[in-house]
């Protein structure tokens, strides 16, 4: 008897080496047959703010935003004066936010598309969320009280 992996090609004759080869996800029922795709699951799934629903796929970004926003957030408003965009009620902290503000939704630039479907994104973490939940259907947060399992763990509450 062969024990097939669901997740790549592989073949075994243990039970136990097939579970020992399928690496499982700390923080949610995903499975992978590689370190490698879970490490990337992780780093792409996973990046979301404690604290609110701030999602991103860059950890450089997940501490900045944890400590610009709610570990020293007055420091952060007497170092910088807040962007006002001249075009609609948008402000924030972050340079960066902005110009994806401008670019999104007055320029409507969205150079990322996706290769499954018509959606178009103007960041690359936006269209790996649209994957991830669209295509993938992966539903990595599950209610501690029902079946319920969703995309985003701001949708729990």
């Known amino acids: 008897m062969e024990f097939v992996c669901q997740h790549c090609p592989k ?22 047959a590689s370190k490698f795709n879970l490490k990337n699951h992780i780093k792409e799934i996973h990046l979301i703010c404690p604290q609110c629903d701030y999602e991103t796929y860059k950890s450089h970004n997940l501490k900045q935003h944890i400590e610009l926003i709610h570990i020293k957030p007055e420091t952060f ?25 401008i670019n999104e939704v007055h320029m409507k630039i969205k150079p990322f598309k996706c290769d499954k ?9 936006i269209l ?4 991830r939940e669209v295509h993938m259907k992966i539903k990595p947060f599950k209610c501690d009280k029902c079946d319920y399992e969703a995309t985003r763990k701001i949708t729990l509450n």
Request: with cysteine.
């Open 77 to 101: 408003k007497i170092n910088h004066e807040k962007l006002k965009c001249q075009d609609c009620d948008y402000e924030t902290l972050n340079k960066h936010h902005f110009k994806c503000h």
């Open 11 to 32: 073949k075994f004759k243990l039970r136990i080496a097939l579970n020992k080869h399928i690496k499982k996800c700390q923080h949610c029922d995903y499975k992978l």
């Open 117 to 125: 479907c018509n959606f178009k994104a103007s960041q690359q973490h």
């Open 128 to 131: 790996k969320i649209h994957i």
